[in-house]
């Protein structure tokens, strides 16, 4: 039996069991179902670039591609399309370690207009980069400085990545100037840059496959005074008509952000607690 077969009655067996728990996202994936099966061999890039504009992004017709894989990775091939078309330019989102994220290329320009209008933010606002590795790292900041009391907190950074965090650093010149300010370009070169490298297979499977890192911005949505993590269903709702390529669901998962280290003064300290334990960094919260 070819790949391909094998790989469509796969996508036929999940149709069958479709286990959602609304009935609103089993009528999805129902509806979903032939045009996702036909994008999963191999047509997506070809697909997007049918929008306006001649690139991913540019209104498709058929609305952004939808794709269910296991949280424990154990299907990372449905997740070729989504590798296929980020590197066309595309805006999509990925699970992380903590909440879905809104993606892109950190050098795709116009991917990068798209992000900052989907979620209406200023053009000026900073946002957070996912890497692949500690080399990423290494290329968008000015590395990881010693502290005050002589910590090296580039092996400190090893102990907790990949995990739950944002680094904040010394921003390199590497770093784009859409990245700053897209609408004029003519920006100062970004300072400090915050830096995610997820603990999450899905994500970096998706990371790994790529040329650079993927600019970023949490998914959630408000509900009693909590952040929670919306259904795949539900976020292709939020974006619709908003110039979203694609959408990766890994199903249901406890909402929470991620812990905000700022690494560029003499001493880290915690913007944020968020998932991830933030004594690594901050020895003296281990006693708090």
Not at 1 to 11: C, G, Q, V
Not at 78 to 85: F, G, Q, S
Not at 154 to 168: E, N, S, W
Request: proline fraction near 6%; include cysteine.
């Amino acid at each position: 039996m070819t790949l391909n077969r094998m790989r469509s009655n796969a996508l036929q067996n999940d149709l069958l069991r479709a286990p959602f728990a609304t009935g609103q996202k089993l009528l999805f994936r129902a509806a979903q179902g032939l045009r996702g099966e036909r994008t999963l061999h191999g047509t997506p890039v070809r697909a997007a670039k049918r929008g306006k504009g001649g690139e991913a992004g540019g209104g498709r017709s058929s609305g952004p591609l939808y794709i269910t894989v296991e949280r424990d990775g154990s299907d990372l091939w449905r997740l070729d399309p989504v590798i296929n078309m980020l590197k066309e330019g595309a805006l999509g989102i990925l699970p992380t370690d903590t909440y879905p994220a809104l993606v892109c290329d950190i050098e795709a320009r116009k991917a990068v207009e798209r992000l900052y209008t989907a979620k209406g933010m200023e053009p000026t606002k900073q946002l957070s980069i996912l890497v692949r590795n500690f080399s990423d790292i290494n290329t968008y900041t000015l590395g990881f400085p010693s502290t005050g009391m002589g910590q090296d907190t580039f092996r400190l950074a090893r102990r907790a990545l990949p995990g739950p965090y944002t680094l904040i650093l010394h921003a390199s010149k590497a770093m784009p100037k859409q990245c700053v300010d897209f609408l004029t370009g003519k920006s100062k070169p970004r300072r400090t840059v915050g830096v995610r490298m997820p603990g999450d297979a899905l994500c970096q499977a998706v990371l790994a496959n790529l040329d650079r890192p993927l600019l970023s911005t949490s998914v959630h949505v408000e509900a009693e005074g909590e952040l929670e993590i919306p259904e795949g269903a539900v976020m292709m709702d939020m974006f619709a008509g908003r110039g979203l390529d694609f959408v990766v669901d890994c199903g249901t998962r406890v909402a929470e952000g991620s812990t905000i280290i700022d690494l560029t003064e003499r001493e880290p300290t915690l913007i944020r607690q968020g998932k991830g334990d933030a004594s690594v960094f901050v020895p003296e919260l281990a006693y708090a």
